[in-house]
């Protein structure tokens, strides 16, 4: 059973607001990512890490940051919330393995709104 | 290319019947492939894989089925049951040993 934690859960926030998603696992995971997802759609990769001080842009475009500093802790951080921002995210992390086996552990998720 | 904005399809069953659900993959050089289920509220959890080697590969209640010469997978699920409703997608590894590319995803509705 994976243990990868998210909070908080859902989030409800101002426009112009900092705001910080965490997520931790505890299985000794070298890589993380973030995921973007709107209701009834498609997950989108928007950042991942290969371990701590690694952090990558994913495959959509996004004004979030991310950091690594732990390899346990990978934190998503937005500057200044906007509406357009309103959307679940996804934390998931997976074993760096010799082999292209690239099974993926995820969280349950934040529901962001941003009125 | 991306497909930013697709609604997902639909498939509805009956209870007990089975059900096939089908993804098109893009990118011949995919070694690694592995469907996920998502139930509502919940971050998506780990069903199958099968590595590119393999043709076909059968879990509990459910196989899945590669055909790379038309890169096409396909999921599946025997005796559907109302818990099984749910998204389901799958993802493809596209570059060796960096990340999973997932699909556009079919939602499962099983009707009792």
């Known amino acids: 059973e994976a243990d990868i934690y998210q909070t908080p859960r859902y989030l409800v926030i101002g426009t112009g607001k900092k705001i910080t998603l965490e997520c931790s ?15 009834g759609m498609e997950l989108h990769l928007i950042h991942y890490s290969y371990g701590v001080n690694s952090t ?18 990978f934190p ?14 996804l934390c998931a992390s997976s074993s760096l ?19 | ?14 209870e007990g019947d089975n059900s096939i659900i089908n993804c098109a993959y893009s990118n011949s050089a995919s070694d690694y492939f592995i469907w996920y289920k998502q139930e509502s509220g919940k971050g998506p ?3 199958i894989d099968i590595r590119s080697n393999m043709d076909k590969r059968q879990g509990q209640r459910v196989t899945v089925l590669l055909n790379k010469t038309v890169k096409h997978l396909s999921l599946q699920i025997a005796a559907t049951q109302p ?20 699909g556009a995803g079919t939602i499962l509705r099983v009707k009792s």
């Not at chain 1, 990558?56 to 802790?73: A, C, M, N, P, Q």
């Not at chain 1, 998503?76 to 995210?89: D, F, G, I, M």
């Not at chain 1, 393995?97 to 009125?115: D, I, M």
């Not at chain 2, 998204?87 to 990340?99: M, S």
Request: aromatic share 10%; glycine share 10%; hydrophobic share 30%.
């Open chain 1, 76 to 89: 998503l951080t937005l500057e200044s919330a906007r509406p357009s921002h309103t959307s679940q995210y």
């Open chain 1, 25 to 39: 696992q505890t299985m000794g995971h070298d890589k993380m990512y973030w995921y973007q997802q709107d209701p």
């Open chain 2, 45 to 47: 959890q780990f069903i």
């Open chain 2, 83 to 102: 818990g099984d409703s749910a998204v389901y997608f799958c993802a493809e590894n596209i570059e060796y040993g960096n990340k999973l590319v997932f």
């Open chain 2, 1 to 14: 290319g991306e497909s930013v904005g697709l609604h997902l399809p639909t498939l509805s069953v009956q």
């Open chain 1, 97 to 115: 393995g010799g082999t292209a086996n690239e099974k993926l552990f995820f969280g349950s998720g934040t529901q962001l709104s941003v009125l």
């Open chain 1, 56 to 73: 990558e842009k994913g495959d959509l475009s996004s004004e979030s940051t991310v950091s690594r500093i732990r390899t346990e802790h």
